[in-house]
């Protein structure tokens, strides 16, 4: 999920921060990365790191509900874009997830899920990462159920569509190569095509 970064001239030092923080904790992650680290990469002073994120997990916090937009505005451009690459209809748009994987994984910076890993490494320290991974995924699954015509499945098969998706984000990010990554997409696929076919 790639975007342009912004020159550094062009952002305020809040944006500087969040933008550094964005890229550090979700390549290297959160607990790997100390906000001396931080301080020094977006070029600001101490005092106004701490001016404008009191704490690390002010930051973290920030960083999710900032992670959660970009993310979310690029999935739906990405199911757009594929939508209209491979045009599908009714349940069959299912299948566009595969798609929007593949194109992720093919991003340089792919590291998997940011929410997924959060929680991974900081639930017990910080549980409010939880609450907004939480609401990051039902977005996700909103998202996805709008693929889906009306009907009395459709929110129970976006729920599994989206559970396979996270499944499958999760195998993507453990492969050690591009052939291990496209076999992550390939059982996406499979699996998405099943759910439609038993629906």
């Not at 964005?22 to 990469?41: C, K, N, P, Q, S």
């Not at 930051?59 to 505005?73: G, K, N, Q, S």
């Not at 976006?158 to 997409?185: K, N, P, S, T, Y």
Request: charged content about 25%.
């Amino acid at each position: 999920m790639s975007s342009p970064t912004p020159l550094a001239g062009d952002l305020s030092a809040r944006e500087r921060i969040l933008a550094t923080a964005h890229d550090l904790f979700y390549r290297d992650g959160i607990r790997a990365t100390g906000v001396d680290r931080l301080i020094a990469e977006s070029g600001v002073a101490k005092l106004t790191f701490y001016r404008h994120f009191p704490s690390k997990d002010a930051l973290v916090r920030e960083f999710l509900d900032f992670r959660h937009r970009r993310w979310m505005a690029w999935f739906i451009d990405a199911l757009g874009r594929c939508g209209a690459a491979s045009p599908a209809e009714g349940h069959a748009r299912l299948l566009l997830l595969a798609d929007v994987l593949r194109e992720w994984t093919e991003q340089p910076d792919f590291r998997g899920c940011a929410f997924i890993n959060s929680v991974v490494e900081i639930a017990q320290a910080l549980p409010e990462a939880v609450d907004i991974a939480r609401a990051h995924k039902g977005e996700m699954t909103q998202v996805i159920a709008e693929l889906l015509p009306d009907g009395a499945t459709r929110e129970l098969l976006a729920d599994a569509a989206a559970l396979v998706f996270d499944g499958a984000i999760v195998r993507a990010q453990m492969a050690c190569d591009a052939a291990g990554r496209e076999a992550a997409v390939g059982t996406l696929r499979t699996v998405l095509g099943a759910l439609v076919a038993r629906r």
